[in-house]
């Protein structure tokens, strides 16, 4: 996930990005935001139905009770490989694992109170890293100053980052571009800190 050295300098990020803005801003982290065993159960009981179909095109006869137990012994066999954590999350669809990381993430905006600041200037910078999925979300106070497109910028940026092993770097790049638009969109008027600034670590 993130050393201690990226975890300190996200939170002194946030920290100075908030003295310029009445903004709240909160980092999500999440390893992952589905273990996806269910599909990769899925993928190895379809491939061992379909060993009954092929069997008879084998050079050898194959019994009932033969054929039932090579089944069961593929099942198992493909069920255990396909727990191997790089080749699940290839068996995923990508909308699947964006609607799972989608769902955590505004899960995640509710539990951490961001619905509920002064102004509703509350923002989710929410990043699952198996998935390669980040989203910002904003709340109603900074989403009508603030187009989808801006934020969407500074997504893929950081999708980028993610893919090349660099999510430290784009976390703090991600929160320092953010702050020059909430700086604009709700420059600072009080000195406040109402949601906590150091990084939240999902397991």
Not at 12 to 31: C, K, M, N, P
Not at 65 to 87: D, N, Y
Not at 91 to 104: D, G, Q
Request: proline share 3%.
């Amino acid at each position: 996930m993130l050393n201690s050295e990226y975890r300190r300098k996200v939170a002194e990020t946030i920290r100075e990005v908030e003295t310029r803005t009445d903004a709240e801003v909160v980092t999500v982290l999440a390893r992952e935001a589905d273990n996806y065993l269910y599909i990769s159960t899925l993928w190895a009981a379809f491939l061992a139905l379909l060993l009954a179909p092929l069997m008879q095109f084998l050079p050898w006869w194959i019994e009932y009770e033969q054929a039932f137990t090579l089944q069961w012994i593929l099942f198992i066999t493909l069920a255990v490989l396909f727990r191997w954590r790089p080749l699940t999350m290839r068996l995923v669809p990508r909308k699947v694992k964006y609607w799972r990381a989608a769902n955590l993430a505004r899960r995640e905006f509710l539990e951490q109170e961001l619905h509920s600041t002064r102004g509703r200037l509350g923002l989710l910078i929410f990043v699952s890293q198996a998935e390669h999925y980040v989203e910002i979300l904003a709340d109603r106070g900074l989403a009508e100053q603030i187009t989808d497109e801006s934020w969407q910028e500074i997504v893929e940026h950081f999708v980028r980052e993610i893919k090349r092993g660099k999510t430290g770097e784009a976390f703090v790049h991600c929160i320092g571009k953010c702050g020059e638009l909430l700086e604009e969109a709700a420059p600072v008027s009080e000195i406040k800190n109402e949601l906590p600034n150091h990084l939240i670590i999902l397991n």
